[in-house]
């Protein structure tokens, strides 16, 4: 029987320690970012502020996906907040249900509490769950993390850093923190927007842009830029749980089809996953050993 994996994220509680991560202990409640209507493409200065702590879903979708399929997912927040309903696209897009939790108290929304109930719930109604996912920060979840290993389940922790507790990676058998989940890109964060260049240089700049990326970019085909994309994806998460510089190209696709269930390399021009894969050979490397074509990053 294959692996499967059960994900649960406290989203509150990410999306404000990623906030306060990157602009200093406290600007989420300073900055009143809770009830802000955000826009990723303003330059208004909390705009600016809430891109460059946007939580990558995909990411974290991602790397529980490298532990096997993804049965279920569930993500905790007051969905009525303005800076988490900005959200709604990506996690829906990503198939996670969303459950709804209203404060009772200005700042608790008993988050800790509903997502542990579920997740007992959950492993008791579905045995066949191997691994279970938390993405949260609180040593509230410690309890938690140790009652789904005395349950027999594989326990992962994903956390911010400097707000995840010790005792909740300690409880864990594997932690990551976000920052190091293979397609979380550091951001350079600003507390200002940029200024605004005259219009004829900005014209001139964004022209000499695009004919640079048109005369580098061997792939403009934007479903073919997406599947490089995944392929790299998927060697980085592969390359996580293994020592050995080469891996075998067909664990690398079964992680493809895990993070997106509709690749199919004949949909893409390629008779063979080796022939897509050669394809790529500026991004990935491969050589053939025995019958198993293996592969690497360049």
Known sequence: MSDRVAVYIDFDNVVISRYDNLHGD???????????RWSPA???????????????????????ASFGAVSLSRAY??????????????????????????SVSGTKNGADIRLAV????DLVRHPEITHVVFVAGDSDYVPLAQSCKRLG????????????SRALKSACDEYVDYAGLPGVQPPAPAAHPPKKAPAKKAAAKKATAKKAAQKVDPQPDPQQRDATALLVRAIRLRLQKSDEEWI???????????????????????????????????????RVEGTQ??????
């Open 77 to 102: 927040a007051d969905w009525s907040v303005p800076a988490n309903a900005a959200y709604r696209k990506p996690l829906v897009d990503r198939s996670i249900s969303l459950v709804q939790l209203f």
């Open 153 to 164: 389940k594989y326990v992962v922790g994903i956390g911010v850093a400097g707000s995840t």
């Open 118 to 121: 579920d997740a007992v719930e």
């Open 248 to 286: 075998q190209a067909s664990d690398v696709k079964s992680q493809m089809q895990r993070i997106d269930p509709a690749f199919k390399e004949k949909a893409l021009g390629f008779s063979t996953f080796r022939k897509f894969v050669e394809s790529r050979s500026d991004q990935v490397e491969s």
């Open 26 to 36: 406290g600007a989420w409640r300073s900055d009143n970012a809770r009830d802000h």
């Open 293 to 298: 074509q293996m592969v690497r990053l360049v």
């Open 42 to 64: 303003s330059e208004d200065p909390i705009d600016v502020r809430l891109a460059a702590a946007e939580v990558d879903l995909g990411a974290i979708i991602d790397y529980a």
